[in-house]
């Protein structure tokens, strides 16, 4: 099971107060104040969700849940593509043809493992394409 790392959270809740204070106590403009605090606000109910957030490498799947209601689950078989993004090289997508499936990013605490539990529960998936860069780096 891998959750959101604490750091991450935290930054997400400092910077909605920050927004917070800027828009009420710098500006006098209402639509400054409204727009910040809208927002402050979409901030706010981003890092709850992450708090709540959990993954689960499964035998199959890949579980994503939000305290204890399922929001994603991804199947290994359908997968095709396990590749890195063209301005990130630590962020692994989890693609099929249709398009981006879910994203790994290291926002997630030991995202290296869970990227390495994925190689490894996926080495029979034989329609699968790992990118190299993310087999010599997580592989283990």
Same mark, same amino acid.
């Given at each position: 099971m891998y959750k959101y790392s604490k750091r991450? +959270?935290?930054f997400n809740f400092i910077?909605?107060?920050?927004l917070v204070f800027f828009g009420f106590f710098l500006t006098r403009e209402l639509w400054y104040v409204l727009v910040i605090?809208?927002?402050?606000?979409l901030i706010l109910k981003d890092a709850i969700t992450e708090m709540n957030a959990s993954f689960e490498v499964a035998g199959d799947r890949l579980i994503? %849940?939000?305290?204890? /209601?399922? %929001?994603?689950?991804?199947?290994? %078989?359908? +997968? /095709?593509?396990?590749?890195i993004t063209r301005k990130n090289k630590k962020w692994i997508v989890l693609a099929d043809d249709e398009g981006i499936l879910f994203t790994i990013k290291p926002r997630i605490e030991n995202y290296e493992q869970m990227a390495a539990d994925l190689i490894r529960l996926n080495q029979s998936n034989k329609k699968l394409e790992v990118h190299d860069y993310i087999k010599k780096t997580y592989k283990k």
């Open positions: 991450t +959270i935290v910077f909605a107060a920050l605090g809208l927002v402050a606000v994503v %849940r939000s305290k204890d /209601k399922v %929001r994603k689950e991804i199947k290994y %078989r359908d +997968i /095709k593509y396990m590749t």
